[in-house]
């Protein structure tokens, strides 16, 4: 590993190592993946890494390209202390509305984690209903490893679930866009419809198609 690399990376523990001299041992990562999406679930992910663990390459999973994140996937899942992953599905998201399905997703993270972290580091302005201490970290995902592992785990498991369903419903293009709004998916879904897996309350038209 490079010394430049190391620098970033160690940059990137700054708000674990507050918290570790603190006191705090078991700092929990929270991100998710999918919110944007027209089809599929919101994932959520939480991980727990050991105390000044450097992984090379280790980044906000946007940053990073396929290959790389299933790399990294593997050896989170390896050196990490915790993974937890929490998953909302489409109907769930219609019913209670995005952000609170994501907060959900969270939740099921964390609590799905081997055992109770003792406090989170989450990405974004949002909290989460959980009984311990956290922190809300806007762009997280580029300024903690915790968080920045949790985006990888979160991205590479819901890209492998919307695999999957690009074989339940083929025409759609899942295995590639992952349910977003490309317009490969728009022209599928003004040529098929909805399938089972889209959210009905988000819009889906082309800006020249709304009313």
């Not at 956290?134 to 990888?152: P, R």
């Not at 977003?180 to 909805?194: P, S, W």
């Amino acid at each position: 590993m490079s010394a430049s690399e190391q620098l970033r990376l160690r940059a990137m523990c700054a708000l674990e190592n507050v918290l570790w001299g603190n006191g705090y041992t078991h700092i929990a990562g929270i991100d998710e993946a999918g919110r944007g999406a027209l089809a599929g679930p919101v994932i959520a992910a939480a991980v727990v890494l050991p105390g000044q663990i450097l992984i090379g390459g280790l980044n906000d999973s946007k940053r990073l390209r396929p290959a790389e994140r299933e790399r990294l996937f593997s050896v989170i899942t390896y050196a990490a202390t915790g993974v937890g992953v929490g998953r909302s599905a489409p109907d769930v998201i219609d019913q209670k509305n995005i952000r609170q399905a994501n907060l959900l997703a969270m939740r099921e993270a964390v609590d799905t984690l081997p055992s109770p972290p003792d406090h989170l580091l989450i990405d974004g302005i949002d909290t989460i209903d959980w009984p311990g201490e956290q922190t809300t970290v806007v762009g997280g995902d580029a300024k903690s490893l915790s968080i920045a592992a949790a985006s990888i785990i979160a991205k590479v498991t819901r890209d492998r679930i919307m695999v999957s369903y690009d074989q339940e419903y083929p025409g759609y293009g899942f295995a590639k866009h992952k349910g977003y709004g490309t317009a490969k998916h728009l022209d599928a879904l003004k040529t098929f419809g909805m399938c089972p897996i889209h959210r009905r309350s988000f819009r889906w038209q082309r800006p020249s198609e709304k009313t």
